[in-house]
């Protein structure tokens, strides 16, 4: 029998535990995606999965925005939703952990995105579990990017719909002035896990993300070559905000994987989703550790 003192402490290590990112989880949440299908924005499915992540969410008791707008695509105008999930914090400081959960339309292929556009999403919905079991200093939102895919040919104009909307909206009300950093994953659940270190990217914190994953052990996941890459980062990066992608580019045997009918649940795996998930979760401890400065570029607008 338990006596008071013993109680607790066995409820403080369940909490604990609970407030871990779990792997197995987040790759649950990206099978029950992946299982609607090809995702393709303003489609049937992907309005199930909004409503699915929405559900999720509003089960964890997240206070839940959905934000609506109408992405201007070469196929004409189409109604797209990012979904963010808030919070709050005690600082008027924010940061943000974003990631897309459309997939690339295919005709003739059935692309379902496991790990490109399926994996950020079930990640997100994991890390919302792990936020809401802690009080935070700063303010936290996870974003879900509806129309991050080209719906033709990538271009400025033709991809990243929902981040290109959500920056511009978040500069004009004012939002992307609180912001002390922003962690965007894309294509985090590939089993040979090899992160590449963008150099669009914030370079403070990128170097900050790099000195975590080293210290929990992930340093050769996360690799000394680079590259530059356009994702959901960059609308943030040329207003002004320090941004990080999180991505690995080198899906399967000379990333043959990548946009094909090859991209399926069977080739992501929990381990990598764990690994992303640890670092991102420090990354955040070290960020509202040093008052929202570290990782912070204080030459930038």
Sequence with gaps: M??????????????????????????????????FGPRPSGSDAIHKTQAYIIAEL????????????????????????????????????????????????MPGTYFVGANDGGSSAGFLLEMAKVLTHAAH?????????DGEEAVAQWSDYDSLYGSRHLAEKWAADG???????????????????????????????????????????YGKHFLRYEGSVEDD?????????????????????????WHTDQDTVDKISAESLQIVGRVVVE???????????????HHRG
């Design 2 to 35: 338990y006596g008071k003192k013993a109680v607790f402490t066995l409820a403080i290590a369940v909490m604990a535990r609970a407030a871990d990112f779990n792997g197995a989880e987040a790759l649950a949440f990206t099978r029950r995606l992946v299982a």
């Design 175 to 217: 939002t992307l002035a609180r912001i002390t950093a922003l962690i965007n994953v894309d294509m985090i659940g590939d089993r040979d896990l090899d992160i590449l270190k963008d150099m669009n990217s914030s370079e403070p914190l990128r170097e900050l993300v790099w000195r975590v994953a080293d210290r929990l052990g």
């Design 233 to 257: 980062h960059i609308p943030f990066l040329r207003r002004g905000v320090n941004a990080v992608d999180l991505i690995d580019l080198d899906y399967g045997p000379h990333n043959s994987f």
């Design 58 to 105: 509003k089960a964890m008791g997240c206070q839940v925005i959905q934000d609506d707008f109408t992405g201007s695509t070469p196929l004409g105008p189409t109604a797209m939703k990012n979904i963010i999930a808030r919070f709050p914090g005690k600082s008027g400081r924010m940061v943000a952990i974003t990631g897309h959960y459309d997939t690339k339309s």
């Design 137 to 145: 200093q700063d303010e936290i939102v996870l974003v879900w990017f």
């Design 283 to 297: 990354t955040l401890k070290e960020l509202e550790r040093d008052d929202g400065t570290a990782g912070r570029d």
